[in-house]
């Protein structure tokens, strides 16, 4: 090296370079490599987390941003705006979550529960959350997704845990679900995940596989005395309104013939006593008006009348007997 020259032999070939040159390129090397690293960009529905020295620093949104080189800053990025899934007791083919289910063969002991009144079943459920609070996701815990599939196993064999094999598989789910949903909220938020739970949903409950056919059977059994009950209730519903009303219908008319026949009897009496008070005073007078009153109805319905003298002896030949001859 000779003053600001440095000399360098590569084989049988001497070169000489200066040391300004060499400098400015490290340097032009130098700052390549801290643009490189200083320049990032956010992805869409995602939040960068910044750490300086290791320490939380500032959170940017989506797009392009800035950061000190050198691995000075560190840059996290959490899907914020993302809606994610667990499944428990099954798992969906192609997901990109690693946490979103379970490994085959721990899926079969998720999904097995005891309940209440010691019986076995089945249950598969999955949730759905997002990141609300990214730092408290990244650093309150060492694995969140883990720890979120703990507690939702916790607290979904805590709800099946306190209901009967009867409620679990047919008319409690949705209680479960409302009940499971509350708790696992209250839990998460206790724990500080970080993260905010949308809904929680029971997919396939059902009993152990062993007896999973006599279960099909009382299933069937209840079904059937489910049906002959409503069409009981049905053919009750159609002919007993109706003879109710018949019955109803008969009585109206037996108690209007009541009041009918006692008002005619009332009507008849009243009738009589009056033509009785007028006997009384007047018995001649009341019989010859009587007795006119009755020829009055009588005489109108007679198709033929004869008057004859009261004094006549011998009726029969005035009398033509026979129809075509009186025509």
């Given at each position: 090296?000779?003053?600001?020259?440095?000399?360098?032999?590569?084989?049988?070939?001497y070169y000489?370079?200066?040391?300004?040159?060499?400098?400015?390129?490290?340097?032009?090397?130098l700052?390549?490599i801290a643009?490189?690293?200083?320049i990032?960009?956010?992805k869409?529905?995602?939040q960068?987390?910044?750490?300086?020295?290791?320490?939380?620093?500032?959170?940017?949104?989506?797009?392009l941003?800035?950061?000190?080189?050198?691995?000075?800053?560190?840059?996290?990025?959490?899907?914020?705006?993302?809606?994610l899934?667990?499944?428990?007791?099954?798992?969906?083919?192609?997901?990109?979550?690693?946490?979103?289910?379970?490994?085959?063969?721990?899926?079969e002991?998720?999904?097995n529960?005891?309940?209440?009144?010691?019986?076995?079943a089945?249950?598969?459920?999955?949730?759905?959350?997002?990141?609300?609070?990214?730092?408290?996701?990244?650093?309150?815990f060492?694995?969140?997704?883990?720890?979120?599939?703990?507690?939702?196993?916790?607290?979904?064999?805590?709800?099946?845990?306190?209901r009967t094999?009867?409620?679990?598989?047919?008319?409690?789910?949705?209680?479960?679900?409302?009940?499971?949903?509350?708790?696992?909220?209250?839990?998460?938020?206790?724990?500080?995940?970080?993260v905010g739970?949308d809904?929680?949903?029971?997919?396939?409950?059902?009993?152990?596989?062993?007896?999973?056919?006599?279960?099909?059977e009382?299933n069937?059994?209840?079904q059937?005395?489910?049906?002959?009950?409503?069409?009981?209730?049905?053919?009750?519903?159609?002919f007993?309104?109706?003879?109710?009303?018949?019955?109803?219908?008969?009585?109206?008319?037996?108690e209007?013939?009541?009041?009918?026949?006692?008002?005619?009897?009332?009507?008849?009496?009243?009738?009589?006593?009056?033509?009785?008070a007028?006997?009384?005073?007047?018995?001649?007078?009341?019989?010859e008006?009587?007795?006119?009153?009755?020829?009055?109805?009588?005489?109108?319905?007679l198709?033929?009348?004869?008057?004859?003298?009261?004094?006549?002896?011998?009726?029969?030949?005035?009398?033509?007997?026979?129809?075509?001859?009186?025509?």
């Open positions: 090296m000779v003053g600001s020259e440095m000399v360098i032999r590569v084989g049988n070939t000489t370079l200066r040391v300004g040159v060499i400098g400015a390129a490290v340097a032009a090397f700052v390549l643009l490189g690293t200083m990032f960009t956010v869409a529905e995602y960068g987390i910044i750490l300086r020295f290791g320490k939380y620093s500032r959170t940017v949104d989506p797009g941003q800035f950061k000190l080189p050198f691995g000075i800053d560190r840059v996290y990025q959490v899907p914020v705006k993302r809606q899934k667990q499944e428990f007791g099954f798992g969906t083919d192609g997901s990109t979550n690693p946490f979103q289910s379970a490994r085959d063969n721990e899926q002991l998720e999904r529960m005891v309940t209440g009144d010691l019986n076995a089945t249950v598969e459920w999955i949730i759905q959350y997002r990141i609300d609070e990214p730092v408290a996701y990244l650093f309150n060492r694995d969140p997704d883990k720890a979120l599939r703990d507690v939702s196993e916790a607290v979904m064999r805590e709800v099946v845990g306190d094999v009867d409620e679990v598989i047919t008319i409690g789910r949705q209680e479960i679900e409302a009940e499971a949903l509350v708790r696992l909220k209250q839990m998460v938020t206790d724990y500080n995940l970080g739970i809904q929680l949903q029971l997919k396939n409950v059902n009993p152990p596989p062993p007896v999973q056919p006599s279960f099909n009382v069937q059994a209840q059937e005395r489910e049906k002959m009950i409503n069409q009981a209730n049905g053919e009750y519903n159609r007993v309104p109706h003879a109710r009303g018949q019955a109803q219908e008969r009585i109206s008319n037996a209007g013939y009541a009041i009918r026949r006692i008002n005619e009897a009332e009507g008849d009496a009243a009738r009589f006593n009056a033509l009785l007028e006997y009384v005073k007047a018995p001649e007078v009341t019989r008006r009587l007795y006119l009153e009755a020829m009055a109805q009588i005489m109108p319905a198709t033929r009348k004869i008057v004859i003298d009261e004094e006549a002896s011998r009726l029969l030949p005035l009398l033509q007997l026979n129809p075509e001859e009186a025509r």
